[in-house]
Protein backbone atom coordinates (compact mmCIF):
# COMPACT_ATOMS: atom_id res chain seq x y z
CA UNK A 1 0.00 0.00 0.00
CA UNK A 2 1.67 3.63 -1.29
CA UNK A 3 -0.65 5.37 -0.56
CA UNK A 4 -3.54 6.72 2.46
CA UNK A 5 -6.05 9.23 2.89
CA UNK A 6 -7.26 9.35 6.43
CA UNK A 7 -8.45 10.83 9.56
CA UNK A 8 -6.03 9.01 12.02
CA UNK A 9 -2.61 9.72 12.80
CA UNK A 10 0.02 7.50 11.71
CA UNK A 11 3.82 6.16 12.86
CA UNK A 12 6.13 7.92 10.54
CA UNK A 13 8.88 6.07 12.35
CA UNK A 14 6.78 2.04 11.65
CA UNK A 15 6.13 3.76 7.79
CA UNK A 16 9.66 4.57 7.01
CA UNK A 17 11.05 1.10 8.60
CA UNK A 18 8.53 -0.75 6.24
CA UNK A 19 9.73 0.64 3.44
CA UNK A 20 13.63 -1.00 3.78
CA UNK A 21 12.75 -4.19 5.86
CA UNK A 22 14.24 -7.35 4.71
CA UNK A 23 15.98 -5.56 1.54
CA UNK A 24 19.64 -4.98 1.12
CA UNK A 25 19.26 -2.90 -2.03
CA UNK A 26 18.34 0.28 -0.55
CA UNK A 27 21.31 2.89 -0.26
CA UNK A 28 18.55 6.04 1.25
CA UNK A 29 15.84 6.63 3.02
CA UNK A 30 14.16 10.28 2.96
CA UNK A 31 11.40 10.83 5.22
CA UNK A 32 9.69 14.10 5.19
CA UNK A 33 6.26 15.01 7.58
CA UNK A 34 4.78 18.21 7.74
CA UNK A 35 3.29 18.92 11.06
CA UNK A 36 0.19 21.37 12.11
CA UNK A 37 2.02 25.03 13.70
CA UNK A 38 0.38 26.46 17.08
CA UNK A 39 1.38 29.90 15.92
CA UNK A 40 2.29 30.85 19.09
CA UNK A 41 -0.36 29.38 20.73
CA UNK A 42 -3.22 31.28 18.51
CA UNK A 43 -4.34 28.09 16.71
CA UNK A 44 -6.44 25.42 18.39
CA UNK A 45 -6.88 23.01 15.41
CA UNK A 46 -6.51 22.94 11.63
CA UNK A 47 -9.93 21.87 10.36
CA UNK A 48 -8.77 19.71 6.54
CA UNK A 49 -11.52 19.09 4.26
CA UNK A 50 -10.61 17.23 1.07
CA UNK A 51 -12.15 15.67 -1.80
CA UNK A 52 -13.15 12.26 -1.22
CA UNK A 53 -12.39 9.56 -4.39
CA UNK A 54 -10.14 12.85 -5.88
CA UNK A 55 -7.39 12.90 -3.25
CA UNK A 56 -6.62 9.29 -3.38
CA UNK A 57 -6.40 9.37 -7.70
CA UNK A 58 -4.40 12.81 -7.86
CA UNK A 59 -2.38 11.50 -4.80
CA UNK A 60 -1.71 8.29 -7.15
CA UNK A 61 -1.03 10.50 -10.21
CA UNK A 62 1.68 12.09 -8.38
CA UNK A 63 3.57 8.95 -7.04
CA UNK A 64 2.96 7.23 -10.51
CA UNK A 65 5.05 10.49 -12.05
CA UNK A 66 7.45 10.01 -9.02
CA UNK A 67 8.12 6.09 -10.14
CA UNK A 68 8.82 7.28 -13.73
CA UNK A 69 10.98 10.25 -12.68
CA UNK A 70 13.20 8.24 -10.55
CA UNK A 71 14.61 5.02 -10.08
CA UNK A 72 12.83 4.77 -6.61
CA UNK A 73 12.54 1.34 -4.52
CA UNK A 74 9.81 2.39 -2.53
CA UNK A 75 7.45 4.89 -1.68
CA UNK A 76 4.87 6.13 0.84
CA UNK A 77 2.36 9.44 1.37
CA UNK A 78 -0.29 9.51 4.06
CA UNK A 79 -2.14 12.52 4.19
CA UNK A 80 -4.30 13.11 6.59
CA UNK A 81 -8.11 15.12 7.02
CA UNK A 82 -10.64 16.32 9.75
CA UNK A 83 -9.59 17.84 12.97
CA UNK A 84 -5.77 18.00 13.45
CA UNK A 85 -4.43 20.06 16.70
CA UNK A 86 -1.18 21.60 17.21
CA UNK A 87 1.94 19.78 17.15
CA UNK A 88 -0.13 16.74 15.45
CA UNK A 89 0.89 15.24 12.08
CA UNK A 90 -0.48 16.46 8.67
CA UNK A 91 1.16 14.41 6.26
CA UNK A 92 4.29 12.07 5.33
CA UNK A 93 5.87 11.43 2.70
CA UNK A 94 8.75 8.84 2.23
CA UNK A 95 11.06 7.30 -0.46
CA UNK A 96 13.90 4.88 -0.97
CA UNK A 97 16.10 4.63 -3.56
CA UNK A 98 19.76 3.24 -4.41
CA UNK A 99 21.47 6.53 -4.18
CA UNK A 100 20.59 9.75 -2.10
CA UNK A 101 20.10 11.94 -4.95
CA UNK A 102 16.84 10.15 -5.90
CA UNK A 103 15.31 9.68 -2.59
CA UNK A 104 15.69 13.59 -1.83
CA UNK A 105 14.24 15.08 -5.26
CA UNK A 106 11.04 12.69 -5.60
CA UNK A 107 10.03 13.35 -1.91
CA UNK A 108 10.62 17.21 -2.60
CA UNK A 109 8.72 16.66 -5.61
CA UNK A 110 6.63 15.06 -4.01
CA UNK A 111 5.64 17.76 -1.53
CA UNK A 112 5.65 20.10 -4.10
CA UNK A 113 3.02 18.47 -6.67
CA UNK A 114 0.78 16.89 -3.75
CA UNK A 115 0.44 21.04 -2.85
CA UNK A 116 -0.35 21.75 -5.61
CA UNK A 117 -2.64 19.13 -7.21
CA UNK A 118 -4.19 16.88 -4.04
CA UNK A 119 -7.42 18.56 -3.05
CA UNK A 120 -7.39 19.80 0.13
CA UNK A 121 -8.47 22.70 2.19
CA UNK A 122 -7.72 23.84 5.79
CA UNK A 123 -9.16 25.86 8.42
CA UNK A 124 -7.38 27.64 11.34
CA UNK A 125 -10.11 27.46 14.82
CA UNK A 126 -8.26 29.99 17.05
CA UNK A 127 -7.95 29.09 20.41
CA UNK A 128 -10.33 31.86 21.74
CA UNK A 129 -13.32 29.65 19.78
CA UNK A 130 -13.10 31.84 17.07
CA UNK A 131 -12.80 30.32 13.28
CA UNK A 132 -10.45 32.38 10.81
CA UNK A 133 -10.77 32.02 7.41
CA UNK A 134 -9.29 29.70 5.19
CA UNK A 135 -5.76 29.34 4.54
CA UNK A 136 -5.08 30.83 1.58
CA UNK A 137 -3.03 29.21 -1.20
CA UNK A 138 0.60 30.57 -1.22
CA UNK A 139 1.98 31.69 -4.66
CA UNK A 140 5.48 30.25 -3.71
CA UNK A 141 3.68 26.86 -3.74
CA UNK A 142 2.76 27.64 -7.41
CA UNK A 143 6.13 28.36 -8.13
CA UNK A 144 7.49 24.82 -6.18
CA UNK A 145 5.29 22.68 -8.53
CA UNK A 146 6.43 24.93 -11.23
CA UNK A 147 9.85 24.23 -11.12
CA UNK A 148 9.63 20.64 -11.72
CA UNK A 149 7.63 21.15 -14.85
CA UNK A 150 9.29 19.66 -17.99
CA UNK A 151 10.76 21.89 -21.00
CA UNK B 1 -25.09 16.68 -13.34
CA UNK B 2 -23.86 16.36 -10.51
CA UNK B 3 -22.09 19.66 -9.25
CA UNK B 4 -19.84 19.77 -5.78
CA UNK B 5 -18.38 22.51 -3.73
CA UNK B 6 -15.75 22.31 -1.53
CA UNK B 7 -14.20 25.07 1.27
CA UNK B 8 -15.64 28.17 0.96
CA UNK B 9 -17.07 27.62 -2.06
CA UNK B 10 -19.41 25.13 -0.63
CA UNK B 11 -19.88 27.86 2.75
CA UNK B 12 -20.59 30.56 0.08
CA UNK B 13 -23.69 28.17 -1.88
CA UNK B 14 -24.95 26.78 0.89
CA UNK B 15 -24.14 23.14 0.34
CA UNK B 16 -21.53 20.44 -0.75
CA UNK B 17 -23.50 18.95 -3.53
CA UNK B 18 -26.45 18.95 -5.76
CA UNK B 19 -27.95 17.81 -9.11
CA UNK B 20 -27.30 20.76 -12.16
CA UNK B 21 -29.29 20.44 -15.37
CA UNK B 22 -27.75 23.47 -17.28
CA UNK B 23 -28.69 24.53 -20.48
CA UNK B 24 -27.43 23.40 -24.61
CA UNK B 25 -25.98 26.43 -24.38
CA UNK B 26 -23.18 26.42 -21.41
CA UNK B 27 -20.91 24.32 -23.19
CA UNK B 28 -17.29 25.30 -21.14
CA UNK B 29 -16.50 24.86 -17.20
CA UNK B 30 -16.27 29.11 -17.33
CA UNK B 31 -19.63 28.87 -18.93
CA UNK B 32 -21.11 26.83 -16.18
CA UNK B 33 -19.36 29.51 -13.35
CA UNK B 34 -21.26 31.99 -14.94
CA UNK B 35 -24.52 30.19 -15.53
CA UNK B 36 -24.06 29.30 -11.65
CA UNK B 37 -22.86 32.87 -10.32
CA UNK B 38 -26.54 34.08 -11.59
CA UNK B 39 -28.23 31.52 -9.77
CA UNK B 40 -28.65 33.91 -6.60
CA UNK B 41 -26.44 35.68 -3.53
CA UNK B 42 -24.53 32.82 -2.19
CA UNK B 43 -23.74 31.57 -6.06
CA UNK B 44 -22.90 35.17 -6.71
CA UNK B 45 -20.57 35.09 -3.59
CA UNK B 46 -19.24 32.18 -4.54
CA UNK B 47 -18.16 32.34 -8.25
CA UNK B 48 -17.80 36.37 -7.72
CA UNK B 49 -13.92 35.84 -8.70
CA UNK B 50 -13.74 33.18 -11.54
CA UNK B 51 -9.93 33.27 -11.37
CA UNK B 52 -9.65 31.95 -8.47
CA UNK B 53 -12.20 29.13 -8.70
CA UNK B 54 -10.50 25.77 -9.38
CA UNK B 55 -12.41 22.82 -11.40
CA UNK B 56 -11.99 19.20 -11.20
CA UNK B 57 -14.67 17.22 -14.38
CA UNK B 58 -14.97 13.76 -12.88
CA UNK B 59 -12.31 14.04 -10.46
CA UNK B 60 -9.30 15.32 -12.87
CA UNK B 61 -8.28 18.59 -12.75
CA UNK B 62 -9.35 21.35 -15.79
CA UNK B 63 -9.04 24.58 -17.22
CA UNK B 64 -11.97 27.08 -17.80
CA UNK B 65 -11.90 26.27 -21.41
CA UNK B 66 -12.86 22.52 -20.79
CA UNK B 67 -15.89 21.38 -22.15
CA UNK B 68 -18.21 19.99 -19.77
CA UNK B 69 -20.38 17.62 -21.90
CA UNK B 70 -20.01 14.00 -21.08
CA UNK B 71 -19.07 14.56 -17.30
CA UNK B 72 -21.22 12.79 -14.64
CA UNK B 73 -19.33 14.91 -11.74
CA UNK B 74 -18.18 18.85 -11.57
CA UNK B 75 -16.93 19.85 -8.44
CA UNK B 76 -15.60 23.97 -7.90
CA UNK B 77 -12.86 24.82 -5.07
CA UNK B 78 -10.56 27.24 -4.10
CA UNK B 79 -7.19 26.94 -4.41
CA UNK B 80 -5.85 24.14 -2.60
CA UNK B 81 -4.01 23.81 0.48
CA UNK B 82 -2.87 20.49 1.38
CA UNK B 83 0.02 19.49 2.33
CA UNK C 1 23.64 17.22 21.69
CA UNK C 2 23.00 17.80 17.70
CA UNK C 3 25.87 15.57 16.63
CA UNK C 4 27.53 11.94 17.33
CA UNK C 5 29.98 9.75 15.92
CA UNK C 6 29.60 6.11 17.27
CA UNK C 7 30.21 2.88 16.81
CA UNK C 8 26.46 1.74 17.78
CA UNK C 9 23.33 2.08 15.72
CA UNK C 10 20.89 4.51 16.45
CA UNK C 11 17.10 5.16 16.76
CA UNK C 12 16.35 7.14 13.55
CA UNK C 13 12.73 7.55 14.08
CA UNK C 14 13.16 8.31 18.40
CA UNK C 15 16.06 10.88 17.11
CA UNK C 16 13.85 12.94 14.81
CA UNK C 17 10.58 12.48 17.18
CA UNK C 18 12.98 14.31 19.79
CA UNK C 19 13.40 17.64 17.54
CA UNK C 20 9.64 18.25 17.76
CA UNK C 21 8.81 16.88 21.19
CA UNK C 22 6.82 19.73 23.00
CA UNK C 23 7.38 22.29 20.09
CA UNK C 24 4.34 23.80 18.27
CA UNK C 25 6.64 26.12 16.31
CA UNK C 26 7.97 23.05 13.64
CA UNK C 27 6.08 22.67 10.35
CA UNK C 28 8.67 20.40 8.51
CA UNK C 29 11.12 17.66 9.43
CA UNK C 30 13.22 15.92 6.96
CA UNK C 31 15.15 12.97 8.11
CA UNK C 32 17.23 11.06 5.70
CA UNK C 33 18.85 7.89 6.43
CA UNK C 34 21.96 6.01 5.19
CA UNK C 35 21.93 2.21 4.67
CA UNK C 36 24.70 -0.16 3.71
CA UNK C 37 23.66 -2.21 0.52
CA UNK C 38 24.27 -5.93 0.08
CA UNK C 39 25.47 -5.47 -3.39
CA UNK C 40 23.60 -8.23 -4.59
CA UNK C 41 24.20 -10.44 -1.80
CA UNK C 42 27.64 -10.10 -1.86
CA UNK C 43 29.23 -7.89 0.93
CA UNK C 44 29.64 -9.40 4.12
CA UNK C 45 30.28 -6.08 5.99
CA UNK C 46 31.55 -2.20 5.75
CA UNK C 47 34.30 -1.30 8.07
CA UNK C 48 34.08 2.03 8.10
CA UNK C 49 37.54 4.03 9.91
CA UNK C 50 37.03 7.70 10.73
CA UNK C 51 39.70 10.07 11.87
CA UNK C 52 38.65 10.96 16.07
CA UNK C 53 38.45 14.57 16.30
CA UNK C 54 38.36 15.93 13.30
CA UNK C 55 35.40 13.76 12.32
CA UNK C 56 33.11 15.65 14.91
CA UNK C 57 34.86 19.21 13.96
CA UNK C 58 34.09 18.77 10.61
CA UNK C 59 30.89 17.62 11.30
CA UNK C 60 30.26 20.57 13.65
CA UNK C 61 31.43 22.87 10.88
CA UNK C 62 29.01 21.36 8.18
CA UNK C 63 26.11 21.99 11.03
CA UNK C 64 27.02 25.34 11.84
CA UNK C 65 27.29 26.42 8.15
CA UNK C 66 23.49 24.66 8.12
CA UNK C 67 22.33 26.87 10.65
CA UNK C 68 24.15 30.13 8.93
CA UNK C 69 22.53 29.58 5.98
CA UNK C 70 18.54 28.50 6.96
CA UNK C 71 16.14 28.95 9.50
CA UNK C 72 16.39 25.72 11.62
CA UNK C 73 14.77 24.90 14.70
CA UNK C 74 16.62 21.55 15.16
CA UNK C 75 19.07 19.52 13.63
CA UNK C 76 20.28 16.28 14.43
CA UNK C 77 23.19 13.92 12.77
CA UNK C 78 24.89 10.85 13.73
CA UNK C 79 27.55 8.88 12.03
CA UNK C 80 28.52 5.47 12.56
CA UNK C 81 32.28 4.06 12.33
CA UNK C 82 33.14 0.23 13.00
CA UNK C 83 31.62 -3.03 11.46
CA UNK C 84 28.29 -3.01 9.75
CA UNK C 85 26.39 -5.24 8.22
CA UNK C 86 24.24 -5.12 4.99
CA UNK C 87 20.70 -3.74 5.42
CA UNK C 88 22.60 -1.87 8.48
CA UNK C 89 22.35 2.14 9.28
CA UNK C 90 25.42 3.95 8.40
CA UNK C 91 24.23 7.73 9.00
CA UNK C 92 21.16 9.96 9.35
CA UNK C 93 20.49 13.74 9.34
CA UNK C 94 17.29 15.42 10.59
CA UNK C 95 16.33 19.14 10.02
CA UNK C 96 13.51 21.01 11.40
CA UNK C 97 12.04 24.15 10.37
CA UNK C 98 8.70 25.99 9.65
CA UNK C 99 8.41 25.92 6.35
CA UNK C 100 9.83 22.54 4.12
CA UNK C 101 11.96 24.57 1.79
CA UNK C 102 14.50 24.93 4.43
CA UNK C 103 14.38 21.68 5.89
CA UNK C 104 14.72 19.82 2.23
CA UNK C 105 17.85 21.83 1.44
CA UNK C 106 19.39 21.78 4.87
CA UNK C 107 19.04 17.45 4.88
CA UNK C 108 20.47 17.54 0.98
CA UNK C 109 23.14 20.42 1.84
CA UNK C 110 24.26 18.32 5.25
CA UNK C 111 24.55 14.83 3.38
CA UNK C 112 26.43 16.43 0.41
CA UNK C 113 28.97 17.97 2.79
CA UNK C 114 29.19 15.66 4.86
CA UNK C 115 30.11 13.54 2.19
CA UNK C 116 33.02 15.70 0.71
CA UNK C 117 34.32 16.86 4.31
CA UNK C 118 33.45 14.15 7.17
CA UNK C 119 37.03 11.85 7.48
CA UNK C 120 35.90 8.53 7.34
CA UNK C 121 36.05 5.67 4.74
CA UNK C 122 34.65 2.53 3.82
CA UNK C 123 35.86 -0.54 2.92
CA UNK C 124 34.04 -3.95 1.88
CA UNK C 125 34.28 -7.17 3.43
CA UNK C 126 32.79 -9.65 0.96
CA UNK C 127 30.58 -12.59 1.89
CA UNK C 128 33.54 -15.33 0.55
CA UNK C 129 35.90 -13.80 3.21
CA UNK C 130 37.83 -11.08 0.84
CA UNK C 131 38.87 -8.50 1.87
CA UNK C 132 37.64 -6.13 -0.95
CA UNK C 133 40.09 -2.85 -1.81
CA UNK C 134 38.46 0.94 0.24
CA UNK C 135 35.74 2.16 -1.56
CA UNK C 136 36.38 4.93 -3.85
CA UNK C 137 35.60 8.34 -3.66
CA UNK C 138 32.84 9.25 -6.48
CA UNK C 139 33.24 12.41 -8.56
CA UNK C 140 29.37 12.66 -8.23
CA UNK C 141 30.12 13.17 -4.48
CA UNK C 142 32.55 16.55 -5.42
CA UNK C 143 30.20 17.69 -7.95
CA UNK C 144 27.39 17.47 -4.97
CA UNK C 145 28.90 19.39 -2.74
CA UNK C 146 30.42 22.11 -5.02
CA UNK C 147 26.87 23.05 -6.18
CA UNK C 148 26.16 24.65 -2.66
CA UNK C 149 29.34 26.85 -2.95
CA UNK C 150 28.60 30.44 -2.94
CA UNK C 151 29.61 32.70 -6.08
CA UNK D 1 55.35 16.81 14.79
CA UNK D 2 52.86 13.62 14.49
CA UNK D 3 52.05 12.22 11.06
CA UNK D 4 48.62 10.47 11.54
CA UNK D 5 47.94 8.08 8.39
CA UNK D 6 44.29 6.87 7.15
CA UNK D 7 42.74 3.99 4.86
CA UNK D 8 45.23 2.82 2.25
CA UNK D 9 47.61 5.54 3.28
CA UNK D 10 47.85 3.67 6.39
CA UNK D 11 47.96 0.48 5.21
CA UNK D 12 50.80 1.33 2.75
CA UNK D 13 53.02 3.38 5.14
CA UNK D 14 52.27 0.33 7.54
CA UNK D 15 51.55 2.39 10.21
CA UNK D 16 48.67 4.28 11.90
CA UNK D 17 50.95 7.12 13.67
CA UNK D 18 54.51 8.28 13.78
CA UNK D 19 56.27 11.26 15.19
CA UNK D 20 58.49 12.75 12.43
CA UNK D 21 61.23 15.73 12.04
CA UNK D 22 61.44 17.50 8.46
CA UNK D 23 64.23 18.88 7.62
CA UNK D 24 63.96 22.92 7.81
CA UNK D 25 63.95 23.12 3.89
CA UNK D 26 60.31 20.94 3.76
CA UNK D 27 58.01 23.97 4.49
CA UNK D 28 54.77 23.06 2.62
CA UNK D 29 52.45 19.93 2.80
CA UNK D 30 53.49 19.02 -0.97
CA UNK D 31 57.31 19.24 0.44
CA UNK D 32 56.27 16.92 3.13
CA UNK D 33 54.28 14.53 0.76
CA UNK D 34 57.52 14.50 -1.31
CA UNK D 35 59.61 13.87 1.61
CA UNK D 36 57.59 11.29 3.07
CA UNK D 37 57.55 9.47 -0.17
CA UNK D 38 61.31 8.95 -0.55
CA UNK D 39 61.47 7.10 2.92
CA UNK D 40 60.68 3.65 2.06
CA UNK D 41 58.88 1.42 -0.48
CA UNK D 42 55.60 1.32 1.64
CA UNK D 43 55.53 5.39 2.40
CA UNK D 44 56.68 5.22 -2.05
CA UNK D 45 53.34 3.38 -2.75
CA UNK D 46 51.42 5.12 -0.20
CA UNK D 47 51.98 8.50 -1.76
CA UNK D 48 53.07 7.46 -5.32
CA UNK D 49 50.04 9.96 -6.28
CA UNK D 50 49.96 12.99 -4.84
CA UNK D 51 47.23 14.56 -6.32
CA UNK D 52 44.76 12.25 -4.91
CA UNK D 53 46.44 12.51 -1.54
CA UNK D 54 44.19 14.79 1.16
CA UNK D 55 45.71 16.21 4.10
CA UNK D 56 44.47 18.05 7.61
CA UNK D 57 46.52 20.20 9.99
CA UNK D 58 45.68 19.91 13.46
CA UNK D 59 42.71 18.35 11.79
CA UNK D 60 41.53 20.80 9.42
CA UNK D 61 41.69 20.00 5.72
CA UNK D 62 44.69 22.06 3.93
CA UNK D 63 45.78 22.05 0.90
CA UNK D 64 48.83 21.05 -1.05
CA UNK D 65 50.44 24.51 -0.43
CA UNK D 66 49.69 24.83 2.82
CA UNK D 67 52.95 25.74 5.14
CA UNK D 68 53.48 23.06 7.86
CA UNK D 69 55.10 25.67 10.09
CA UNK D 70 53.73 25.66 13.75
CA UNK D 71 50.68 22.53 13.11
CA UNK D 72 51.56 19.63 16.00
CA UNK D 73 49.75 16.96 14.12
CA UNK D 74 49.31 16.32 10.10
CA UNK D 75 47.42 13.40 8.91
CA UNK D 76 47.30 11.98 5.05
CA UNK D 77 44.42 10.21 3.68
CA UNK D 78 42.15 9.40 0.54
CA UNK D 79 39.63 11.41 -0.36
CA UNK D 80 36.35 10.65 1.99
CA UNK D 81 34.06 8.03 1.63
CA UNK D 82 31.68 8.99 4.73
CA UNK D 83 28.11 9.47 4.37
Known sequence: ?151 | MKARYFAWVRERVGKAEEEIDPPAEIVTVADLIAWLGRRDEGYAHAFENPKIIRAALDRAHVKPEAAIAGAREIAFFPPMTGG
Do not use: N
Open chain 1, 1 to 151: MEISVQREDFDAAAEARRLTQGRGDIGAVVTFVGLCRDEDGQLSTLEIEHYPGMAEGEIAAVAAEAHARWPLKGLRIIHRFGEIGPGEQIVMVATASTHRGAAFAAAEFLMDYLKARAPFWKRARRADGTVEGWVEAKETDEASAARWSRA
